[in-house]
């Protein structure tokens, strides 16, 4: 027969057991949050201007970093230099050419607002690289002669099929609306 004693030391017991349980949990989810945390793209600390400019067409050889740097460059110079935008659009990915090409309505819809603030800002800004499988994400921050903020979030994914196989490029472009 049990007392109450008894019942009493158990409830305690299961109410320790529970919040140790609770308390590992919590422990468990923040070094998963960690671990992620540290796996954002440390080249995200490397200056943009040592990103390579010349870069005018994907190659296994570029991060999805350098990719995001070419194509807002090559969209900033192309507002003295309108053929400029091409080399941002052979950046976009397959799918994402289906979608916005041909180069025409992907000259005119890069010229429109919100996009036409990644060739027109004053400066820009590169934030870290996020990967997840064969995904890449990308902030840019532009930067207007007021001194207004716009942030789009590039979306890349590393190709498989030839003749982009290992190359990264940008599924798609979106302005972060400021909350």
């Not at 923040?30 to 005018?56: E, M, W």
């Amino acid at each position: 027969m049990m007392t109450q004693l008894d019942s009493g030391i158990r409830r305690t017991t299961w109410r320790r057991v529970t919040l140790w349980s609770v308390a590992v949990a919590i422990f468990v989810v923040f070094i998963v949050i960690r671990v992620q945390l540290d796996t954002v793209d440390r080249a995200a600390q490397v200056d943009a201007g040592n990103v390579p400019h010349s870069s005018k067409a994907p190659s296994p050889e570029l991060t999805p970093r350098q990719v995001v740097w070419a194509q807002v460059q090559s969209l900033r110079d192309s507002v003295t230099e309108p053929d400029k935008v091409k080399i941002c659009f052979e950046f976009a990915s397959p799918e994402n050419r289906q979608l916005t090409g041909p180069i025409e309505r992907f000259a005119s819809m890069v010229a429109t607002a919100p996009f036409d603030r990644l060739a027109n800002s004053e400066k820009f800004e590169l934030g870290p690289t996020e990967y997840f499988n064969q995904r890449a994400a990308v902030p840019v921050m532009t930067i207007d002669q007021e001194g207004n903020h716009l942030v789009f979030q590039f979306m890349l994914r590393q190709q498989e099929q030839s003749p982009y196989q290992g190359c990264w490029m940008t599924e798609g472009v979106m302005p972060m609306v400021p909350q």
